[in-house]
């Protein structure tokens, strides 16, 4: 999979600083901040049209249809108002905005939250660089949903399908969130992955990959090597 993206940084806090950029942000609330990057050389080669990229989406998130978005670009990519850019710039704007949104869906389907607001801020210098807040009430949650829409992002850039493995990713993190002891028994490996097997119909050897990837994606801290 190609690099198109890289995030630097993820962190959690309130940052009051830019509170006043989005007037629907709740007062004193706590958001996750990721610091994203793109690699210009690579996405110049991504030859993925962003609405083809928002349609494989909401086969994934179809409630990213209903998103409230202040600049339309939800709307525009979903009728195809939106697919020539002039300068990379313009493009790497709206792939981090993008992803934006995909953060908000994924934390309010794990989460049940009614409403979750975000900004994206691009930097001056350098102009490939992004900070995308987003309002989160769980840290875990936030790491998740940020580390979670970078992979996605990276593989759709890469035209390329969803597989089946993000659909299961997404079915296992909305269960073990909400059973919080099965989520601390995560380190007991071979008994979860039973549980999870026998609840969703899968393998055990599938169950187990799913939650290697979860550990990847900072949502598990396991603290022994996962065994098979």
């Known amino acids: ?47 993925a049209a962003l609405p083809s990229i928002f349609m494989k989406l909401t086969k994934l998130l179809p409630s990213l249809e209903r998103h409230q978005c202040g600049e339309h670009l939800l709307e525009d ?7 020539r ?3 990379q710039l313009e493009k790497i704007t709206d792939i981090a905005h993008l992803m934006e949104h995909i953060i908000i869906d994924l934390q309010s389907k794990i989460t049940g939250v009614d ?15 992004f900070d995308l807040f987003v309002e989160c009430k769980d ?10 829409a970078a992979d996605l992002l ?4 890469g035209n390329k399908n969803l597989s089946t493995r993000y659909f299961g990713l997404l079915e296992l993190v909305k269960y073990l969130y909400k ?11 071979k008994p979860v992955a039973s549980q999870i097997s026998s609840k969703f119909g899968w393998k055990k050897s599938y169950s187990l990959s799913l ?7 900072g949502f598990l801290s396991l603290e022994r090597p996962l065994a098979t």
């Open 1 to 47: 999979m190609n690099d198109f993206l890289e995030i630097k940084e993820i962190s959690y806090g309130e940052f009051p600083e830019i509170s006043d950029l989005n007037p629907r942000f709740k007062p004193r609330g706590k958001k996750v901040k990721v610091v994203l990057d793109f690699l210009v050389p690579e996405i110049k080669k991504a030859n």
């Open 77 to 83: 990519l979903k009728y195809h108002k939106k697919y």
């Open 85 to 87: 850019y002039t300068h």
């Open 115 to 129: 409403s979750c607001s975000g900004i994206t801020c691009g930097y001056k210098n350098p102009y490939y660089r």
């Open 139 to 148: 840290k875990k949650v936030g790491v998740f949903s940020a580390l979670f």
């Open 154 to 157: 990276k593989r759709l850039l």
């Open 179 to 189: 059973d919080k002891s099965l989520l601390k028994r995560a380190t007991e490996l």
């Open 211 to 217: 939650l290697r990837k979860l550990a990847d994606f």
